[in-house]
């Protein structure tokens, strides 16, 4: 329970951690500075400045009591103090700070006298009356009150202050680094081509970016290879299989070659699909994209007639990548026109997602098939007869496109149609 409540607590990224790293230490060490100088030297200097003020006082008024106010005066103006003897207060004497009560607390408690303190700006006015006569006595300020200590707390917070600023610029630094480096492997998952990518921050940091370019450059050329190898498979096949067209064309009994022929064209579908997948799909850049109008085109350019049904308001659209989308509709939709008459196109968008889904009366994919139906190659016809279905990689194919556009592909049986429900699911941010 306490784990769960300190994760909600504690920041979810690596800036705001470090700096809670640093700057709580650092808080609890000025803070206890703070206090132990206060309550251990402030205290000790108010209460030394606040006795010497006690016996100043004492003196200058037992002087004034046994030798008068002019033998007073002169003792007082020696000590750089003041006496004054006047008729009225004038105003309301206040006391506001802690400081202030204590220094009034320590010296009323060693003066034998009935005293009163009055802190002004640059002052210290103790009044006190004998013999009816009513006495005030002025010190200077500084003489009761340092400044220093304030001077120092100032200088403590400011300099604390100084190096959290350099601290959280550095920090900064070193977290794009990684930033940028966690961007970058993003991108390179995604299929987009990295432009400028220079590896940056500490020792460590730079190690794990040079680390990621090699892991790019391995990855980039065995691709390359997988491509080109099945480039130049598809190409020579391809020569041979239209060799094979044109001889059987030239042979009278047509009957005879009809399967022949088949099997040919079968092979030309797979061979592309083949040379489809090795492709690498890169993302281009987002762009608006009306769901409507793509659909229709997914329609118009299939070559199968089915009886399409299509739900989709004009006004919808979505950020996106419109050769993806296009790929992963139009694999679908040709999956679903492969197995079904009827197939049905539902397009419904709320605050957070858009979800486009393509249903379809064909025989349905049961519970145990519907995660393997996404991987290459794979075909529910356990013969594999190559007359039936595909290459069994068009599923495969749009589930690849739709991570890399941030989408989501789910399949479930249609409660409409009784076939099988594809739905892929767009984030609108």
């Known amino acids: 329970m306490n784990k769960i409540i300190i994760k909600k607590i504690f920041p979810k990224k690596l800036l705001p951690r470090l700096l809670l790293i640093f700057l709580i230490p650092l808080i609890i060490i000025q803070c206890s500075v703070i206090f132990f100088f206060y309550d251990r030297h402030w205290e000790k200097i108010i209460n030394r400045f606040s006795n010497i003020a006690s016996n100043k006082i004492n003196l200058i008024l037992n002087q004034y009591e046994t030798n008068g106010l002019e033998i007073a005066e002169g003792i007082a103006k020696e000590l750089n103090i003041s006496l004054v003897l006047i008729q009225k207060k004038n105003g309301k004497i206040k006391r506001q700070s802690k400081l202030e009560n204590k220094i009034h607390e320590t010296i009323k408690s060693r003066v034998n006298k009935d005293i009163e303190i009055s802190f002004d700006k640059n002052s210290i006015s103790f009044f006190c009356i004998i013999n009816k006569d009513l006495l005030k006595i002025e010190f200077p300020r500084k003489y009761l009150l340092s400044e220093t200590p304030t001077i120092y707390i100032l200088w403590i917070i400011s300099t604390s202050l100084i190096l959290s600023l350099i601290a959280l610029l550095f920090l900064r630094i070193q977290i794009r680094a990684i930033y940028r480096l966690a961007k970058s492997a993003e991108e390179f998952g995604e299929g987009k081509k990295i432009a400028n990518f220079k590896p940056e921050g500490a020792m460590e940091i730079r190690a794990a970016g040079n680390a990621f370019m090699k892991m790019r450059t391995r990855i980039n050329n065995y691709i390359d290879q997988k491509t080109s190898f099945l480039a ?12 094979i067209k044109l001889r059987l064309e030239l042979i009278e009994n047509q009957k005879e070659i009809s399967e022949v022929k088949k099997d040919v064209e079968t092979m030309q579908v797979f061979l592309k699909e083949y040379l489809e997948y090795s492709k690498e799909n890169f993302v281009n850049k987002f762009t608006k994209v009306y769901l409507s109008e ?7 350019s299939s070559k199968l007639n089915n009886k399409v049904k299509i739900k989709c308001s004009k006004r919808i659209f979505v950020n996106t990548d419109k050769n993806s989308l296009y790929r992963i509709i139009f694999n679908l ?8 008459q009827i197939v049905h196109i539902t397009v419904t968008k709320n605050k957070k997602i858009i979800v486009i889904e393509i249903e379809d009366d064909g025989p349905g994919i049961e519970n145990e098939f519907r995660k393997k139906v996404f991987k290459p190659f794979y075909k529910i016809d356990e013969s594999r007869n190559l007359n039936k279905g595909g290459s069994g990689l068009g599923l495969s194919i749009a589930n690849e496109l739709a991570k890399k556009i941030r989408a989501r592909i789910s399949l479930k049986n249609s409660n409409n149609l ?12």
Not at 294 to 300: P, R, S, W
């Open 232 to 243: 130049g498979i598809s190409h020579d096949l391809g020569t041979i299989i239209t060799r």
């Open 294 to 300: 793509i659909i229709h085109q997914v329609v118009e």
């Open 333 to 340: 939709y040709e999956n679903a026109t492969k197995y079904g």
């Open 418 to 429: 009784h076939g099988s429900l594809f739905s892929i699911i767009l984030p609108i941010k």
